[in-house]
């Protein structure tokens, strides 16, 4: 199994960004898919979570309100769409799938995506 994010970038506080993951040699409806992002000098730390239908999502709380994650079963991809970005946003985002849910113990991971939030 191999995840592929893209969409990062730098944009400025207020601004919006939607990130993509693609996931490849699995089958993605086997996995609940997540974000976690990392911070230059911080842990990694869990962003958005979504179980294996899109029936359930969940966040972390300084995000609740402004992300969205997603996913599209069709076209193997979970997405996670972000507004009102604040520069604490800034940080590397990777996706996660795991099979089980709540997604904890991660099984693969994607390489990461830089979002760079300017003030």
């Known amino acids: 199994v191999q995840l592929q994010a893209s969409g990062g970038g730098l944009v400025q506080a207020g601004d919006s960004l939607r990130l993509s993951c693609a996931l490849s040699?699995?089958?993605?409806?086997?996995?609940?898919m997540g974000w976690f992002r990392q911070a230059p000098g911080k842990e990694r730390e869990f962003v958005a979570g979504?179980?294996?239908?899109?029936?359930?999502?969940y966040y972390r709380d300084s995000v609740k309100g402004r992300f969205t994650i997603s996913r599209d079963n069709t076209k193997n991809t979970v997405y996670l769409q972000m507004n009102s970005l604040k520069p604490e946003d800034t940080a590397v985002y990777y996706c996660?799938?795991?099979?089980?849910?709540?997604?904890?113990?991660?099984?693969?991971w994607g390489k990461g995506t830089l979002v760079t939030v300017s003030s």
């Open positions: 979504i179980d294996r239908y899109g029936g359930t999502t």
């Open positions: 996660a799938a795991d099979n089980g849910f709540p997604v904890s113990a991660v099984d693969y």
């Open positions: 040699g699995g089958t993605f409806s086997r996995y609940a």
